[in-house]
């Protein structure tokens, strides 16, 4: 394979935590040689790409992808979603197992991981369902599920509410040193909730869940991490009260670390509006201030990944009243751009959002992607975080197109990605 | 006299002028509905659909004999009998009415937003008839209307909406109107029973029905849902109409000439004493049925005035 140059690339490092114009060199689809300032000259036979003094980072590592494959292709399909994250600068998918029927046996897993080498551009990691169909009853085969490639092991918003199920599995996966990944509800007093408690809700006439229920799912978690010993990871922290417990369990020296889907880190409960469905979520947006501390907690590292949480939905499981429509949104195509508010509004520096999108996610999983040091993966985005423009979801590659940014002014986008060395997009 | 609606989905988007309108109106309704030829033709020639998802009896006579008053061609559709036990989405069974040409839906649905939903996707007006613990504008009027006509004003009074604020669309069409109209608002009832975020809706809270009716002008009672009665939201029925049950006893706390409402149908002895109810010098529910024909037909004529005048809105 040839050489690549990137040269007067303004290169975001999120293992050093800087921000600077300087150059890469990739070679055999990995990570070369780094550098500040002009670039050397290039060595003959290369590819000199000059960025202009755009944006390179590490290409963005998505944990918690929905692919729906197998069972509802036409809602999102591992070409579809690949393409997608392509163009969203998302070099790494993992993929989430909530589909029909779940990903909870070798077999199924296997078919998935074909279907995903053959069509998506992307690295495709899958992750299993932890317990059989998702019913929080059996475990699954977790060992062969590893071997198979199953990086992480999740009920997704099933939350398994047998604490006894739980504790067995989290002590069994312990000593397959397997990473489970839960969802902090209290399942009781989330049943059958639209929104979050409070002003709007009430005067929107939606059942509704308190924010506390977030803090007793993860109270309830932690209580079992520290019973078992296992690795943890909470796929969506999005409440304040629940951010003084995942500290306490961090420093108590626990195993655990979090995760914030992009959509609750820009938009909040108000957004909704008059019944918006495309803003209908799990957990449902919150409060502003509970936005806030979210973003502060993913400053200081309190919260270590920012994910898209895709969820593709078709329009009619979204055309229907709030109560009865489908959860979730897409997010591959817009995780980057929405992270940009962030970064414009001057909340987050993009060698955080990168620690937070790339680095930690990687290194959660154990990828070795996700950084800009030489021997890394050449997985690459080069953007602008400045490009504006106005969404329009049609112009989505996901086949679904239920996102809440429809409309919305965006500033920030993915100019090229690369995967091991290769152009998976190319904007033009 | 001027009404710059398309639908009427809630009180939340009329200002208290649009409301005053509405009011006025309907007064000269209530005049109309007491004489024996009790018939106008402002809708002639229209068709009037009552499309309700949830049952209902009074609310849908109500409309119908409001707009067969007005001269509207009026078609009543049981919904849960119909296509909606065969799979079809509420936004289908709308195109299909709308196909029809109606004039006029009056819309009733147990999900909350699920009338704004509709009124999205239909070429007429929609009158929301009560769309889940969302709103229920009409009869947030015909209450303003009887309380306007009981007290000779509807602003500076104090007002004690009593029971299950948090299902209740009822109680949140009242709180909009009364809070518009500049009155006080206590709402009483067993903290199970209110809604979250309540402190920040402006109104007093009372979990002590006793404190909460103190010298109120107004005692609103609300219906307390039959599946909400064992166990999960109140201990029991008795324990229930012991602590906010109003019987003559406890209204004897309020003013000496407040007067009881409810919206029925009322459950005698969970919620209120049937004696009480029956009292013509307190009790103002039979008025409120009546006045809630002319608050129907008054905002029936406001939402179809375009049509039937040719007026840009």
């Not at chain 1, 990739?26 to 060595?43: F, S, Y």
């Not at chain 1, 979730?328 to 992270?339: D, K, S």
């Not at chain 2, 010098?281 to 406001?302: D, H, K, P, W, Y």
């Amino acid at each position: 394979m040839s050489e690549l140059y990137f040269t007067n690339a303004r290169l975001i490092d999120p293992e050093a935590g800087t921000n600077a114009l300087g150059w890469l060199r990739v070679a055999d689809g990995q990570i070369a040689a780094t550098g500040a300032g002009d670039a050397p000259r290039a060595p003959a036979g290369t590819t000199v790409i000059d960025c202009g003094g755009k944006c390179l980072a590490p290409g963005i590592v998505d944990l918690g992808v929905k692919v729906c494959e197998p069972g509802e292709r036409h809602k999102e399909s591992y070409r579809s979603a690949g393409r997608a994250a392509a163009a969203g600068g998302v070099t790494t998918i993992v993929t989430r197992p909530d589909t029909a029927p779940t990903i909870d046996s070798p077999e199924t897993l296997e078919f998935v991981t074909r279907r995903a080498q053959a069509d998506a551009p992307v690295n495709v990691v899958p992750m299993a369902a932890l317990t059989k169909g998702r019913q929080g009853r059996e475990m699954t085969e977790i060992g062969f599920l590893m071997d198979a490639g199953a990086v992480a092991f999740s009920d997704c918003d099933h939350v398994v509410a047998d604490a006894k199920v739980l504790s067995r599995a989290l002590s069994y996966a312990r000593a397959l040193g397997a990473l489970v990944i839960g969802h902090p509800q209290e399942p009781g007093l989330s049943k059958g909730a639209a929104a979050t408690s409070g002003k709007f809700a009430s005067l929107r006439g939606l059942p509704a869940v308190s924010p506390m229920a977030e803090r007793m799912g993860l109270d309830r978690d932690i209580a079992l991490l520290e019973m078992t010993g296992a690795r943890y990871h909470a796929d969506q922290i999005t409440t304040a009260r629940a951010l003084p417990a995942l500290e306490r369990a961090k420093a108590n020296g626990l195993d655990i670390t979090a995760g914030v889907g992009i959509h609750h880190l820009t938009l909040n409960e108000f957004d909704v509006a008059d019944y918006r469905t495309f803003f209908k979520l799990k957990p449902p947006l919150r409060a502003e201030d509970d936005r806030q501390a979210v973003i502060e907690a993913v400053r200081t590292g309190l919260i270590d990944v920012i994910c898209s949480m895709h969820t593709p939905q078709d329009e009619e499981s979204k055309r229907l009243p709030f109560e009865e429509a489908a959860s979730g949104a897409v997010g591959l195509e817009t995780l980057l751009p929405a992270a940009m508010r962030l970064y414009h509004a001057g909340a987050l520096d993009l060698p955080t959002l990168f620690r937070a999108m790339s680095l930690n996610p990687a290194k959660r999983l154990g990828l070795a992607s996700g950084r800009l040091s030489a021997g890394a993966p050449a997985d690459l985005v080069l953007f602008d975080p400045d490009a504006p423009f106005v969404l329009d979801r049609f112009t989505l590659l996901s086949k679904s197109k239920n996102t809440p940014f429809d409309g919305g002014r965006m500033q920030g986008r993915v100019l090229a990605t690369y995967v091991g060395g290769a152009p998976v997009y190319r904007r033009d | 006299m001027t009404f710059a609606h398309r639908h009427l989905l809630g009180i939340e988007q009329l200002s208290p002028q649009d409301i005053t309108t509405i009011l006025d109106l309907a007064e000269t309704y209530v005049d109309l509905n007491r004489q024996s030829a009790k018939h106008c033709d402002v809708l002639s020639g229209l068709t009037q659909i009552n499309m309700f998802f949830e049952n209902s009896t009074r609310t849908q006579a109500s409309f119908e004999l409001a707009g067969k008053r007005l001269g509207a061609d009026v078609m009543n559709m049981a919904m849960q009998a119909s296509s909606i036990k065969k799979g079809e989405t509420l936004i289908d069974t709308a195109m299909t009415l709308n196909a029809m040409h109606p004039d006029l839906l009056v819309v009733r649905h147990p999900h909350s937003g699920a009338v704004d939903l509709l009124a999205q996707k239909v070429n007429c007006a929609v009158l929301n008839a009560g769309d889940g613990r969302h709103e229920h504008p009409t009869q947030a009027l015909l209450d303003a209307l009887t309380i306007r006509r009981a007290k000779g004003r509807l602003h500076r009074l104090s007002i004690a909406i009593c029971g299950d604020i948090a299902h209740s669309r009822v109680a949140r069409s009242n709180l909009l109107l009364l809070g518009k109209m500049e009155n006080r608002i206590r709402l009483i009832g067993p903290p199970t029973l209110m809604p979250s975020g309540i402190g920040e809706f402006g109104v007093e809270v009372y979990d002590d029905m006793r404190k909460g009716l103190r010298d109120v002008d107004v005692v609103m009672m609300l219906r307390l849902q039959k599946e909400r009665m064992d166990g999960g939201f109140i201990p029991s029925e008795r324990e229930y109409y012991h602590r906010y049950g109003l019987d003559a006893e406890k209204l004897a706390l309020a003013k000496p000439d407040a007067i009881v409402m409810h919206p029925g149908p009322m459950n005698r002895g969970v919620e209120i004493d049937g004696t009480l109810a029956d009292d013509i010098n307190r009790s103002v529910i039979q008025e409120q049925v009546e006045m809630g024909v002319a608050v129907r037909m008054a905002a029936m004529e406001l939402l179809t005035r375009p049509l039937t005048t040719g007026a840009a809105v």
